[in-house]
């Protein structure tokens, strides 16, 4: 059974950096066509694709925040992080992170997704 | 890359079908084969219902499908439960290994 978590901060200030980390189990980022995803959903709005990293440590980012993000894996501790630089308010929202692996190799889908981790920008 | 378009709302009633429309471009939906559908209940995870356009993973009812047709991909629910009342959101490749979402359809069982 594949399980994610996310964790992190639920409150950073403004221009500060935030840095989320998802916990998985079930599955190893190591094996050819897995990667894990970050995406995340405003208050009351839709879902927003962040970023992705591959088993063989490729990274992918949303053209529009590439220049704030940043993602890491370590295989042996089966954890993948994400640094977003620069908070604003409007970055207020749920955090997932997902697998994608399976059915989604290749980043085709996420399957499953963790719970998610509320994070407010707020001075 | 842009948000791909979906309805804000869809609506049946129990018993009914619905469809739920995604359009998108040439770059992503029309370009490949990899649209996937997610239903979200309030509070909850996404979850995924369809994958490459027409596959359901397995646990997923047959009362979901999918289609595409040109740079617009459906999903359709059958049978319609109040247990399908949630936010349906659709989701394609979009090359360069990243991909896209939409913008949501909120679908009530009346």
């Known amino acids: 059974q594949i399980t994610l978590k996310e964790s992190g901060p639920t409150l950073v200030k403004p221009t500060q950096t935030l840095t989320l980390t998802c916990i998985f189990s079930g599955f190893s980022l190591s094996t050819s066509g897995v990667g894990v995803g970050w995406i995340r959903q405003p208050p009351g709005k839709a879902l927003e694709w962040l970023a992705l990293i591959y088993w063989d440590d490729d990274k992918r980012y949303s053209p529009s925040l590439k220049s704030r993000l940043t993602i890491t894996k370590d295989t042996s501790k089966n954890q993948v992080v994400l640094i977003m630089t620069n908070m604003d308010p409007v970055d207020t929202a749920t955090y997932f992170c997902?697998?994608?692996?399976?059915?989604?190799?290749?980043?085709?889908?996420?399957?499953?997704w963790g719970q998610g981790t509320l994070v407010t920008v707020s001075s | 890359q842009s948000a791909l378009t979906q309805p804000p709302s869809a609506s049946g009633s129990p018993g009914q079908s619905v469809t739920i429309s995604c359009t998108g471009t040439s770059s992503d939906v029309g370009g490949y084969n990899y649209v996937s559908w997610y239903q979200q209940h309030p509070g909850k995870a996404p979850k995924l219902m369809i994958y490459?356009?027409?596959k359901r993973p397995s646990g997923v009812p047959d009362r979901f499908s999918g289609s595409k047709s040109g740079n617009t991909a459906s999903l359709t629910v059958s049978g319609l439960q109040a247990d399908d009342e949630a936010d349906y959101y659709c989701?394609?490749?979009?090359?360069?290994?990243?991909?896209?979402f939409g913008g949501g359809t909120k679908l009530t069982v009346l």
């Open positions: 490459e356009v027409t």
């Open positions: 989701s394609s490749y979009a090359g360069s290994n990243r991909g896209v």
């Open positions: 997902a697998h994608s692996g399976g059915y989604c190799s290749g980043g085709r889908c996420f399957n499953p």
